[in-house]
Nanobody, 120 residues
Framework: QVQLVESGGGLVQAGGSLRLSCAAS????????MGWYRQAPGKQRELVAT???????NYANSVKGRFTISRDDGKNTVYLQMNTLKTENTAVYYC??????????????WGQGTQVTVSS
């Protein structure tokens, strides 16, 4: 089992920055990749950024150059640094962990979400 807790969301003006944090606990060493997804009202949940256990990152085209995903293994935490925020970035941001328990049993875990609101 993996538990994920997001923090760092809030209200920010367009052009500003926020850093989201996702702290993982439980079967931490089973995690193969983590990522950030977001869901705006009336929209499907979409990928924002992912990072594998090997450090390979992937970003949605809309956030490339503005958002950076990183991890701190010592703190079991993944971050999403969001710069030059736009109003269209307003959404609930969810942390996701992809685990493979004992190298055989895949599972996906989600955090509770944190609201990011970008004002004009």
């Amino acid at each position: 089992q993996v538990q994920l807790v997001e923090s760092g969301g809030g209200l920010v003006q367009a052009g500003g920055s926020l850093r989201l944090s996702c702290a993982a606990s439980g079967s931490i060493f089973s995690i193969k990749a983590m990522g950030w997804y977001r869901q705006a009202p009336g929209k499907q949940r979409e990928l924002v950024a992912t990072i594998t256990s090997g450090g390979v990152t992937n970003y949605a085209n809309s956030v490339k150059g503005r958002f950076t995903i990183s991890r701190d293994d010592g703190k079991n935490t993944v971050y999403l640094q969001m710069n030059t925020l736009k109003t269209e970035n307003t959404a609930v941001y969810y942390c996701r962990a992809d685990s493979l328990l004992d190298g055989k049993y895949p599972n996906i875990y989600w955090g509770q979400g944190t609201q990011v609101t970008v004002s004009s």
